[in-house]
């Protein structure tokens, strides 16, 4: 059975920095990809970010483009979220997802609540 473990997520006011975490049982490398998305209240889930197990090639949402990095340590069958420069409507829960292709989804994680705010 697939597990998604995620860690690291918080209170960070504007500006600052948290990174994400999620560990999978067993091989990382039965997955295609790994990747975010959150889920901010009343509002849909979307993709923050993602990353192929075999080559690291990733893709961000436009919102977080340039402040946000996704990178996994295949050693660790981890895939991490260091998220920069932080803004309130960042807020949301954070989900761990992997899957076969770039829409990830089939395997998800428990989320983990970001909030930020003064």
């Known amino acids: 059975q697939v597990q998604l473990v995620e860690s690291g997520g918080g209170l960070v006011q504007p500006g600052g920095s948290l990174r994400l975490a999620c560990v999978t049982s067993g091989s990382i490398y039965r997955f295609f990809a790994m990747g975010w998305y959150r889920q901010a209240p009343g509002k849909q889930r979307e993709l923050v970010a993602a990353?192929?197990?075999?080559?690291?090639?990733?893709k961000y949402a436009d919102s977080v483009k340039g402040r946000f990095t996704i990178s996994t340590d295949n050693t660790k069958n981890t895939v991490y979220l260091q998220m920069n420069s932080q803004k309130p409507e960042d807020t949301a829960v954070y989900y761990c997802?992997?899957?076969?292709?770039?829409?990830?989804?089939?395997?998800w994680g428990q989320g983990t609540q970001v909030t930020v705010s003064s």
């Open positions: 990353v192929t197990v075999s080559t690291g090639t990733t």
């Open positions: 997802t992997a899957g076969g292709t770039w829409v990830l989804g089939d395997y």
